[in-house]
Nanobody, 124 residues
Framework: VQLQACGGGLVQAGGSLRLSCAAS????????MGWFRQAPGKEREFVAV????????YYADSAKGRFTISRDNAKNTVYLQMNSLEPEDTAVYYC??????????????????WGQGTQVTVSS
């Protein structure tokens, strides 16, 4: 599986962005998909995950109420809608695929495939 993330950019605080992650391969619809982010000088952290069917979603506390993860299995694409962005959201955002739908979805090790990352910069 190859993942290609896009949609990042520069936005003012309070603004919105929608990230997309397009996947190649026929197994996309069977994978849980997650979003992580890494700010400068910090470790990569979990943001959100969606089950293979889209029926279950989980968010980091920092993302709850502001971010929405969704997927379109017909398009092999997962999305991250980010609203009310804050300067603290500035990071490189990565999408990742978990073939097993691990219970440990917050851990990077649960994911076998990673996209290249897309930069999100939120100005104050």
């Amino acid at each position: 599986v190859q993942l290609q993330a896009c949609g990042g950019g520069l936005v003012q605080a309070g603004g919105s962005l929608r990230l997309s992650c397009a996947a190649s391969g026929r197994s996309f619809s069977s994978y849980a998909m997650g979003w992580f982010r890494q700010a400068p000088g910090k470790e990569r952290e979990f943001v959100a995950v969606i089950s293979w069917s889209g029926g279950s979603t989980y968010y980091a506390d920092s993302a709850k109420g502001r971010f929405t993860i969704s997927r379109d299995n017909a398009k092999n694409t997962v999305y991250l809608q980010m609203n009310s962005l804050e300067p603290e959201d500035t990071a490189v955002y990565y999408c990742a695929a978990d073939p097993g739908g691990s219970y440990y979805y917050k851990r990077q090790t649960a994911y076998n495939y990673w996209g290249q990352g897309t930069q999100v910069t939120v100005s104050s």
